[in-house]
């Protein structure tokens, strides 16, 4: 049975951008690196598709977006803190009101 290898990231990144640049093929990547060709086309997509992400930190409109969906989590853990006190509060008076009702 063969073991899967471990790869660092800055490997990953190292032959995604083989991959991408075209500069070798693939087979010589592979054979390179000693990685199967379908594990590399992962890793060239991978890249490619969220390579984008790596510059979104210094983007104000990102920036701002988290913050406004951090104001609204804040508000509907307050609403939920809020729902729960009542809960509780409407549990022990129901509880009361169904003692009394068995004791007459």
């Not at 060709?37 to 983007?59: H, I, M, R, T, Y």
């Amino acid at each position: 049975m063969a073991r899967h290898k471990k790869w660092l990231p800055s490997v990953k990144f190292e032959i995604a951008l083989l991959a991408i640049k075209g500069e070798t093929t693939l087979n010589d990547i592979c054979k390179r690196y000693e990685v199967a060709p379908s594990q590399v086309k992962a890793w060239k997509k991978q890249l490619l598709e969220q390579g984008a992400n790596l510059f979104v930190k210094g983007d104000k409109a990102t920036e701002e977006a988290a913050s406004k969906l951090e104001r609204e989590q804040s508000k509907l853990y307050e609403k939920i803190g809020q729902l729960t006190v009542e809960r509780d509060f409407l549990k022990k008076v129901w509880g009361k009101f169904q003692g009394n009702k068995d004791d007459s």
